[in-house]
């Protein structure tokens, strides 16, 4: 298939493109590299550097392209409290452009990369594709909002029409001399930033709370490594059904805690990794895991790298390569 891959240069985009392309299908990368980087792009893909308001340049009724895969946006959930017009404007507005480029080139198919912020404070776990849907941050309810037109979409003009939710990657593709890593400037994220303090380049991570309702105190977490992240998108291509929105939670099922996190760190790394724990912020739930049982059983979705061990040894590779 001919396939345009928004957000291409970014960190699950540029895996997935890498997977697509392994799997013989043409790729078009489009991405602006405000957050990507052009060496992420496969050099077998064509790259388009374009915003995705203009995707309409790129998608046109006699380019031929048999699906779009959107990963393009912003996904600092803290920054989209502080800033929120800049998250509904990226990851809305332009979303909408795209999606008119989408019917006016008669793409058949559309994949997007969603969230499990959608579903904000779960009443019940691990998180079904039925649960409430209340984010609790302007990011997840942009998510929520491009899920809501997609699914009108798919309904008035019978696209075939796929999201995928999930929390964390994590990990890298590391194969044939080829590597891919996650990169963020500020860092966010729990694993980038222990492998920032076992690589010097920073002081110490802080553990916000170790007196929730968990087994050792700390927050737990839903991860999944990246690989088996943008596997699951291309088993979403195969199951796209026009005029049908389907939705799939993808997640590891039990949740790894904070403190495991570190330690299989340390554990990876040789690193001390100092830590210390700090106060609880504002808003953060106990436990986050999203249920995988319908990937599991309509995408035949079954991660295969599953274990923190495997998630950081990747990413501890990449971080030493073309980070540290």
Request: aromatic fraction near 8%; charge should be negative.
């Amino acid at each position: 298939m001919k396939l345009l891959v928004t957000g291409g240069a970014g960190y699950v985009g540029s895996v997935t493109s890498r997977l697509l392309l392994d799997a013989g299908h043409e790729v078009v990368v489009l991405d602006n590299l405000v957050t990507g980087f052009r060496e992420a792009v496969a050099p077998d893909a064509t790259f388009v550097e374009k915003d995705i308001r203009d995707a309409a340049d790129v998608l046109t009724p006699e380019a031929g392209f048999d699906a779009v895969l959107h990963f393009a946006g912003l996904i600092a959930a803290g920054e989209s409290m502080v800033k929120p017009e800049l998250y509904w404007h990226e990851n809305v507005v332009k979303s909408l452009a795209l999606l008119d480029a989408v019917r006016a080139a008669r793409v058949p198919r559309l994949i997007f990369s969603s969230t499990a912020a959608v579903y904000g404070n779960p009443v019940e776990l691990p998180i079904t594709e039925s649960a409430a849907k209340a984010p609790t941050n302007t990011y997840g309810a942009t998510k929520l909002t491009f899920d809501h037109a997609i699914t009108s979409e798919a309904y008035a003009h019978k696209l075939a029409a796929v999201s995928l939710r999930y929390f964390n990657v994590a990990g890298a593709y590391i194969r044939d001399g080829y590597e891919i890593g996650e990169r963020h400037d500020p860092e966010t994220h729990l694993i980038p930033i222990a492998l920032q303090a076992a690589a010097g380049k920073r002081a110490k991570l802080q553990l916000f709370g170790d007196d929730y309702p968990t087994a050792d105190g700390t927050c737990v977490r839903d991860y999944i490594h990246v690989e088996d992240l943008a596997r699951a998108h291309l088993l979403a291509l195969d199951a796209a059904t026009p005029g049908e929105h389907r939705i799939y939670n993808l997640g590891n099922g039990n949740g790894f805690s904070n403190k495991e996190v570190v330690e299989v760190a340390r554990e990876v790394t040789g690193a001390e990794l100092p830590a210390e724990i700090a106060p609880r912020r504002e808003g953060d739930p106990a436990t986050l895991v999203a249920s995988s049982a319908k990937a599991r059983a309509e995408l035949g979705w079954v991660p295969q790298k599953p274990t923190l061990q495997a998630m950081i040894g990747d990413a501890w590779t990449f971080y030493r390569a073309h980070v540290a």
